[in-house]
């Protein structure tokens, strides 16, 4: 090595350096970016179960009789033990309604007016109560983490036919601030 090219070698690995720095910076922040979003999706997923969860919840309380409401009555509670995540659950009781056999829904003066134990024939011909009152409940789980993450909500409603089983009418699930 001559002396006019001593810390040439220097030179050379500090312009890479400034090259190679920006490029590494830029790598950094788009993988924090990625961790943040998988961690924020991970929470929104473990978020949706536990309104699932809570849903379920209801679900089983209401099959049970374990709560017991009048129309236009409602109940909250909440449910803990979902991963560290607590939901709030609110019950409420709709005001019952009647299914026709042509599968149409009376309500209020309409639904008071028939006679519960009229009979009627089927598609095939079976002879079936044209009416049957309906218990309807609505139940809504909310589940929040964190104020940077949007809460969920899942609202959904369950029927009970005359003297039967409850069953599920519907569910949405929405995510946001509410």
Known sequence: MRRSEAGSAL???????????????????????????????????????????GFADATTRLAARQIDL?????????????GGL???VRVSRQPDVVLALDGSVLEGIDAKKVDLSSVGLDADLRRVRRFRRLEVYLVEVRVSARPSLADVRLRGVLVRPQGGQLLQGGVNLDRGFF
Do not use: T
């Open 11 to 53: 030179l050379v690995v500090l312009v890479a350096l400034l090259l190679l720095l920006p490029l590494s910076l830029i790598l950094a922040r788009m993988v924090g970016m990625w961790q943040r979003q998988s961690a924020e999706f991970r929470d929104l997923m473990a978020m949706e179960y536990a309104a699932e969860a």
């Open 70 to 82: 009048s129309p236009d009555e409602s109940r909250s509670f909440a449910v803990y033990d979902l």
């Open 86 to 88: 607590s939901a709030s």
